[in-house]
C-alpha cells in the first residue's frame, strides 16, 4: 500500500511557473512507476508525465514535454513536477499516481492516487 499527498498548487500567471509534489509513504516507494495526471472540469483525466522507479525514464505529453519536468528523490519518498511557461489551458486538478507497472500512461494501469491539487493559471 501506498498513500500520496500532492502539495504545490496554487494560481499563476500565465508564464508563470509551479512546482508540484507528491509525498508518499508506506512501502517501496522506489519499487512504484509514478505518474502526474490532470482534470479539468468537464474533461476526462489525461496523462501529464510518467517516471520510472529508478527515475532514468520519463515519459511526456505533447503539450507538457518541452515544459514539464518530472523527477523523484527516492531517499524523500516524492516524486516532483516543474511545470514552467504555464497557460490558462493547463488549469486542472492535478493528480499523482502510483504502479508496479513499467511507466505506463494510461490512468487505469495506476494503482494508487493522491486526492489532487488545483492549479489555476490566469491570462
Known amino acids: 500500500q501506498v498513500q500520496l499527498v500532492e502539495s504545490g498548487g496554487g494560481l499563476v500567471q500565465a508564464g508563470g511557473s509551479l512546482r508540484l509534489s507528491c509525498a508518499a509513504s508506506?512501502?517501496?516507494?522506489?519499487?512504484?512507476?509514478m505518474g502526474w495526471f490532470r482534470q479539468a472540469p468537464g474533461k476526462e483525466r489525461e496523462f501529464v508525465a510518467a517516471?520510472?522507479?529508478?527515475?532514468?525514464?520519463?515519459y511526456y505529453t505533447d503539450s507538457g514535454k518541452d515544459r514539464f519536468t518530472i523527477s523523484r528523490d527516492n531517499a524523500k519518498n516524492t516524486v516532483y513536477l516543474q511545470m514552467n511557461s504555464l497557460k490558462p489551458e493547463d488549469t486542472a486538478v492535478y493528480y499523482c499516481?502510483?504502479?508496479?507497472?513499467?511507466?505506463?500512461?494510461?490512468?487505469?494501469?495506476?494503482?494508487?492516487w493522491g486526492q489532487g491539487t488545483q492549479v489555476t493559471v490566469s491570462s
Open positions: 499516481a502510483g504502479t508496479l507497472k513499467h511507466t505506463p500512461r494510461a490512468a487505469d494501469e495506476y494503482d494508487y
Open positions: 508506506g512501502r517501496s516507494f522506489s519499487s512504484y512507476a
Open positions: 517516471i520510472s522507479w529508478s527515475g532514468s525514464r520519463t
